[in-house]
């Protein structure tokens, strides 16, 4: 048994039903979670029973009436404590991002920092719920608007951000007044039992009603109810563009609210006037990070016909420098994939590019062993590709060049998804045009450094095929809250907005 599991309070068998602090049933179906380092089982967590399931959605319901009587900046409170308990468990609870997921420990590390820093945002937020005033146009009233909770959220993430994910939607909604129900990834279940015993130890003396549940789902029947029920406000999504369409088209059937959160084919351009010290490490941190598996991975580059050998030769002489191993060691850049899919799915599109006639300038090649490795790929390759319109979740770059930043820009955009978008340049003409309403078309466009890695202080999320969804920071918690306009007459007479006369 790992030290880790003990220090995080998790055993061999684990429950993965919670109200609040209170775990269902001990046993049931187990979903197994496998280091992907190794291929070898960690742990189980105990699978939602569908009577479970049932009573756990009751108790939101109930505890939702509860816990929107209780003042925002008190909800706050709440999150402030979760935050404290994130800070005394970062290393472990980074250490288990790593071992289950298999993302390196500075990555994992990194993730419970993301969600300390949301926590710290949230508890800001609590007191900034505002709501705008207005003018009437009649005399002696008085119009604004002002938000309430929406009750039950629904928050299903992803693998690849096992545990930041569901902070940035929990710890919101929270605040907000909503109780949220999580289903992580069944490839994570670990992380998310962890996460729960720290909320549950966090707000242990706050005699506060549930808050925080948790469900785990091997497959998708549960989800499917759970995307399907009504008493859950919203569902916020974060995985594939095929899953999420699903998804929103469920969820829109029963008149629910959505965030999705979905797929990317994030590029950098790299024009004439780029800074190659500092474009080389953003390429590399934003391809091979995480193994190429975050929806902000950089999957195109495209680079000014000028630049492209130049670049080209400094990419693969940084590609050969990452080192692949085991995601604790500090040593280590790029772990495994996360599962033999993955790998799989990699090489497939490794092949692709050589069948459409493109060149694999390295990598896609399995690592001998145990455990789901393949090193990093460069390509060169055509932006109309079927396979580079495709998001390959793996660690597997395009190289594409351009003649001018009008055909940059287009090839940019030329994509169904609209996640994360960079330009590299000195040219100040450039950058602006690139962030102009004719440049990138992405939820996330930035000069200088590269797609992935985004503080939590903005809006998360893109356009088009990625969901159109907004999470994190700036005024994203209005998705977690209704909108009502209110209109006070405090006269004595009854004036009718647009002149209307209605005289009986
Ligand atoms: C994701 O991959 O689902 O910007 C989230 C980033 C991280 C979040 C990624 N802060 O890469």
Not at 92 to 109: C, P, R, T
Not at 281 to 308: D, K, N, Y
Not at 474 to 495: F, V
Request: one cysteine or more; charged letters at 20%; hydrophobic letters at 40%.
């Amino acid at each position: 048994m790992h030290a880790v599991l003990d220090r995080l309070g998790l055993g061999e068998r684990n429950p993965g039903t919670w109200i609040g602090a209170e775990a269902a049933a001990a046993d049931g179906t187990l979903i197994d979670s496998f280091n992907p380092a190794t291929g070898e089982r960690i742990a189980s967590v105990i699978a939602t029973a569908p009577e479970d399931y049932d009573r756990l959605v009751e108790a939101a319901a109930e505890a939702a009436r509860a816990w929107r009587r209780i003042p925002a900046p008190v909800r706050g409170e709440a999150v402030r404590r979760i935050g404290n308990a994130l800070r005394d468990d970062k290393d472990a609870l980074g250490s288990l991002v790593s071992l289950e997921m298999g993302k390196i420990k500075a990555e994992g590390d990194g993730e419970v920092q993301e969600m300390i820093d949301i926590a710290d945002f949230a508890v800001g937020q609590a007191r900034m719920l505002y709501g705008k005033t207005m003018h009437s146009e009649r005399p002696e009233h008085r119009m604004y608007e002002q938000w309430h909770p929406l009750g039950v959220v629904g928050t299903i993430s992803a693998f690849n951000f096992p545990v930041a994910v569901y902070a940035w939607n929990a710890f919101i909604a929270a605040v907000c007044g909503n109780v949220n129900i999580w289903k992580p990834s069944p490839k994570t279940p670990l992380c998310g039992v962890a996460v729960q015993t720290i909320v549950n130890r966090a707000l242990a003396d706050m005699d506060l009603p549930p808050v925080f549940f948790l469900i785990n789902d091997a497959g998708t029947e549960l989800a499917e109810r759970f995307v399907d029920d009504e008493r859950v406000a919203l569902i916020s999504f974060t995985g594939s563009s095929a899953v999420g369409r699903k998804v929103g088209e469920r969820v829109a059937a029963r008149m629910g609210k959505c965030l999705l959160e979905l797929g990317g084919n994030n590029a950098i351009v790299v024009d004439e006037y780029a800074n190659l010290d500092l474009a080389v490490p953003s390429i590399v941190f934003g391809s091979v990070g995480t193994a190429g598996q975050r929806c902000t991975t950089t999957r195109r580059v495209l680079v000014h016909e000028s630049r492209f050998a130049e670049l080209k030769d400094a990419l693969l002489r940084a590609y050969r420098q990452v080192r692949i191993g085991d995601p604790l060691d500090p040593n280590t850049l790029m772990g495994p994939l996360i599962d033999e899919a993955a790998v799989a799915r990699t090489e497939a599109a490794a092949a692709a590019v050589r069948s459409n006639g493109g060149e694999v300038l390295c990598g896609a090649e399995r690592v001998k062993g145990p455990g789901h490795f393949i090193t990093p790929a460069i390509a060169v390759a055509e932006n109309a590709w079927p396979i580079v319109q495709t998001e390959t979740f793996g660690p597997l770059l395009y190289l594409i060049s351009f003649s001018n930043l009008d055909e940059a820009i287009e090839l940019q955009n030329g994509v169904r998804q609209g996640l994360s978008s960079a330009i590299f340049t000195d040219n100040l003409q450039n950058a602006e045009y690139f962030l102009s309403h004719g440049g990138s078309d992405c939820g996330i466009a930035n000069v200088n450094i590269g797609t992935s890695g985004a503080e939590i202080g903005g809006a998360f999320g893109g356009e088009k095929e990625t969901g159109g969804g907004r999470e994190a920071g700036s005024d994203s918690w209005r998705a977690y809250m209704r909108r009502q306009t209110n209109t006070i007459n405090w006269g004595k007479e009854l004036p009718l907005a647009q002149g209307i006369r209605f005289d009986l």
